[in-house]
């Protein structure tokens, strides 16, 4: 994501600090100062305490295993149907993920898209932008994998890398981001009045979760190739990423594409939040909605308003 030739380097450290070599982070969290030390086998009873009502989260308890399981498992014969009316009508659907590290992204495109065909339901996972891509218009580079006639097409984050991860991380300008957030709405008011069926999803979590989840994956031998250096340095930097956040939502959230927020401490209930809210807003043919259920508004809101101060 780096400009070498325009990239304005921060100067100033945030009040949490880490370097990307730096094991131990101190952090200061409901106004307690902690120190997070990522490489401790066990997880500080603080952090496992907190793990799932961190920021305010509505549930003390997971949602039960097979529940869940045989919840999902009606909303994907429901996205199966989805697919064929797509196919049937060429309607298109853009769906974007974003939130912080952790967040979940993955997981939920994974499970929306598990019994799809995958001829016509794909993902992007962009790397950072080439030396081309660097002098191309901003959005130029996603445009190109936009949804055909009958395709539905996942991004596991996207634009919005310009609103938040950049900016926090340094690796723009302030006056990129001001031209960004200027943008936007017109560049996704261009789509959405093109006929794309778009959905924007921000995936919230408490600083705690993200605290379990990164030392879990750090510690798992299938998982530890997803942290990285750059995973690292941002857990110090939590308010410099809701600042970021705060300020993003707040300039992008518009009536033609509105921020939907799913609190995501609980993966499994943000999955099923995720796939109900897209089968909800689509009239394919054969929708069950019986099967589909209502939504949990504890759980999935709209916009900044749904955003748990300091989460």
Not at 150 to 159: A, C, I, L, P, Y
């Amino acid at each position: 994501m780096r400009d070498s030739s325009k990239t304005e380097h921060k100067n100033n450290e945030p009040k949490n600090s880490a370097k990307a070599d730096q094991r131990e982070i101190e952090l200061t969290i409901d106004g307690k100062k902690r120190v997070f030390d990522i490489d401790a086998k066990k997880l500080p009873k603080w952090v496992r305490d907190n793990a799932l009502t961190a920021g305010g989260y509505p549930y003390d308890k997971r949602m039960p295993k097979d529940e869940y399981k045989d919840t999902l498992e009606k909303l994907q014969i429901e996205l199966v149907k989805l697919q064929y009316w797509m196919q049937d009508t060429g309607e298109r659907v853009l769906a974007i993920f974003e939130g912080r590290d952790t967040a979940g992204k993955g997981g939920s495109i994974q499970r929306l898209r598990q019994y799809m065909n995958p001829r016509s339901a794909r993902s992007v996972a962009l790397p950072k932008p080439t030396d081309s891509e660097r002098g191309q218009w901003y959005f130029q580079r996603y445009v190109s994998h936009f949804p055909g006639a009958g395709e539905f097409v996942t991004f596991d984050r996207s634009w919005y890398n310009r609103g938040v991860v950049e900016p926090v991380m340094g690796f723009c300008t302030p006056a990129q981001v001001e031209t960004f957030l200027d943008e936007t709405p017109n560049f996704e008011k261009m789509v959405v009045s093109d006929g794309i069926n778009f959905f924007k999803f921000w995936l919230n979590i408490g600083q705690e979760t993200q605290l379990e989840r990164f030392h879990d994956r750090h510690h798992s031998p299938l998982k530890n190739w997803k942290f990285s250096p750059i995973d690292l340095a941002g857990i110090a930097r939590w308010s410099d990423y809701t600042e970021a956040r705060d300020k993003m939502m707040q300039r992008t959230h518009t009536a033609h594409a509105p921020w939907t927020v799913v609190r995501a401490n609980d993966k499994r209930r943000a999955r099923l939040a995720v796939i109900r809210r897209v089968l909800l807003s689509l009239p394919y043919k054969g929708r069950n909605l019986e099967a589909i259920g209502s939504e949990d508004d504890r759980i999935i809101g709209s916009g900044p308003k749904f955003l748990t101060p300091g989460t």
